[in-house]
């Protein structure tokens, strides 16, 4: 399994916990080889727009890699790399989902949430034919 590193977050905690199950865990900071293990995980730590431009070079073969039935998991910033764009920064995300990953920032102020979910994504609805949209939960403080 290889853990794409994009330059941010805590990498060797996500791998400890993934080798702990078992599994062989590399960490990749070339897109190009990203895609050469048995899984990829595009971990949940950072910027969009960062992310997205440290995977400008591998773009393609990425996306032909997950198209093509490369196991993926997005964890939160990955998940939104898989959408085309994100209004958590500029910058082309992977494309494997039609549409934008949306935080909020497109609605009305008295219609956004008032925290972001850091944990995964609550509703998803399709905007239009084959584009779809997510959008993370409010959550409420304890």
């Known amino acids: 399994m290889t853990i794409f590193d994009y330059g941010a977050g805590n990498l060797h ?3 400890k916990a993934l080798e702990s199950s078992g599994v062989d865990v590399r960490i990749e900071t070339d ?3 990203a895609v050469e293990g048995d899984a990829l995980v595009l971990p949940g730590v950072g910027a969009f727009g960062m992310a997205a431009d440290r995977l400008s070079e591998g773009r393609d073969a990425m996306r032909r890699a997950i198209a093509g039935g490369l196991p993926t998991i997005g964890i939160c910033l990955g998940m939104q790399l898989l959408f085309d764009a994100s209004d958590e920064g500029l910058g082309a995300g992977l494309g494997v989902i039609a549409g934008l990953s949306s935080v909020g920032r497109s609605l009305k ?3 956004r949430p008032r925290a972001v979910c850091g944990l995964g994504t609550r509703t998803h609805r399709r905007q239009r034919a084959g584009h779809h949209v997510v959008r993370f939960a409010n959550m409420r403080s304890r």
């Open 31 to 33: 897109p190009l080889r």
């Open 13 to 15: 905690s996500l791998a």
């Open 109 to 111: 102020e008295k219609d």
